[in-house]
């Protein structure tokens, strides 16, 4: 799902180009057609070292459970030639259609990014809890461009703005100041969430980029929001389901070959029989 733009607050009526607070008022905004940001930044407080650490260790934890958890209820991680409607997970490299900018200026498929901001240095956000002298925040927020999954057995389209990217220990991330998790051209990812088959968009038949036969699509809603997770590029990607086919006729590239296979076989026992038996216990 993605939110159209321009975002607006419904109190006031002020227009805002991002999915930020109004900046007259502070009320939340909305896009045109009513709904709420799909990634909206987020504001956290700090407190001490010891406190931030804890909250740190403990967030940390509970991202790894949830991320357990949605990859459990999606199931296996199947082929994308394989996969029908509904919850899935699929597995490919990155293919970037239209990127987005990260903090760095470079061109990527998705980021998410956290800003460490010092009280003493800039004013704080007007939705920022009440805090004490010389606390700081962190500004959470993040991006998703257009981009191809790729498995070799087909591809996946993600153009979305309900998301939330995740990554596993030994994953490639672009680290940049305070911090970013990234997606680049090539990574490994691995994608949970809703997707149907779908007509593709005429942009992308028109290119050459994909024939007019339907396009496994992710579209991530509010309540079920898209899972953008980013693998080492040693996990192995799904095997394509196996599909039988009609027996080989008779001189056909398929059967010369296995008989030739199983002259090589028959000819390897004749050799091995051929040998002289040596008892071990002489």
């Given at each position: 799902?993605?939110?159209?733009?321009?975002?607006?607050?419904?109190?006031?009526?002020?227009?805002?180009?991002?999915?930020?607070?109004?900046?007259?008022?502070?009320?939340?905004?909305?896009?045109?057609?009513?709904?709420?940001p799909q990634r909206p930044a987020a504001v956290h407080?700090?407190?001490?070292?010891?406190?931030?650490?804890?909250?740190?260790?403990?967030?940390?934890?509970?991202?790894?459970?949830?991320?357990?958890?949605?990859?459990?209820?999606?199931?296996?991680?199947?082929?994308?030639?394989?996969?029908?409607?509904?919850?899935?997970?699929?597995?490919?490299?990155?293919?970037?259609?239209?990127?987005?900018?990260?903090?760095?200026?470079?061109?990527?498929?998705?980021?998410?990014?956290?800003?460490?901001?010092?009280?003493?240095?800039?004013?704080?956000?007007?939705?920022?809890?009440?805090?004490?002298?010389?606390?700081?925040?962190?500004?959470?927020?993040?991006?998703?461009?257009?981009?191809?999954?790729?498995?070799?057995?087909?591809?996946?389209?993600?153009?979305?703005?309900?998301?939330?990217?995740?990554?596993?220990?030994?994953?490639?991330?672009?680290?940049?100041?305070?911090?970013?998790?990234?997606?680049?051209?090539?990574?490994?990812?691995?994608?949970?969430?809703?997707?149907?088959?779908?007509?593709?968009?005429?942009?992308?038949?028109?290119?050459?980029?994909?024939?007019?036969?339907?396009?496994?699509?992710?579209?991530?809603?509010?309540?079920?929001?898209?899972?953008?997770?980013?693998?080492?590029?040693?996990?192995?990607?799904?095997?394509?389901?196996?599909?039988?086919?009609?027996?080989?006729?008779?001189?056909?590239?398929?059967?010369?070959?296995?008989?030739?296979?199983?002259?090589?076989?028959?000819?390897?026992?004749?050799?091995?029989?051929?040998?002289?038996?040596?008892?071990?216990?002489?």
């Open positions: 799902m993605r939110n159209e733009l321009p975002f607006s607050c419904p109190a006031c009526g002020t227009a805002s180009p991002e999915a930020l607070r109004c900046a007259s008022c502070g009320g939340p905004v909305v896009d045109a057609s009513g709904l709420p407080a700090t407190g001490n070292g010891v406190v931030d650490s804890m909250r740190q260790w403990w967030g940390d934890r509970a991202t790894r459970r949830r991320v357990a958890l949605r990859r459990e209820r999606a199931g296996f991680v199947r082929a994308i030639s394989d996969t029908s409607d509904g919850v899935v997970a699929v597995r490919g490299h990155v293919r970037i259609l239209r990127g987005v900018r990260a903090l760095d200026g470079s061109l990527v498929a998705a980021f998410r990014r956290w800003q460490l901001a010092d009280a003493r240095a800039s004013l704080p956000p007007r939705d920022l809890p009440a805090r004490r002298t010389g606390q700081g925040w962190i500004e959470e927020d993040g991006a998703c461009g257009v981009f191809f999954v790729d498995d070799g057995s087909g591809v996946a389209l993600v153009d979305d703005d309900a998301f939330d990217l995740e990554a596993i220990e030994g994953a490639p991330s672009s680290s940049v100041a305070n911090g970013m998790w990234a997606l680049n051209e090539g990574d490994l990812v691995e994608v949970i969430g809703p997707a149907h088959r779908a007509a593709p968009p005429a942009e992308l038949v028109d290119a050459g980029r994909v024939d007019a036969s339907p396009l496994l699509t992710f579209d991530g809603k509010p309540d079920e929001r898209i899972l953008l997770l980013a693998l080492p590029l040693s996990e192995p990607l799904p095997m394509r389901r196996f599909k039988s086919v009609g027996p080989s006729r008779p001189g056909s590239p398929v059967t010369r070959e296995r008989e030739a296979l199983s002259q090589l076989e028959a000819g390897g026992r004749a050799e091995a029989e051929a040998r002289p038996r040596t008892d071990p216990d002489r």
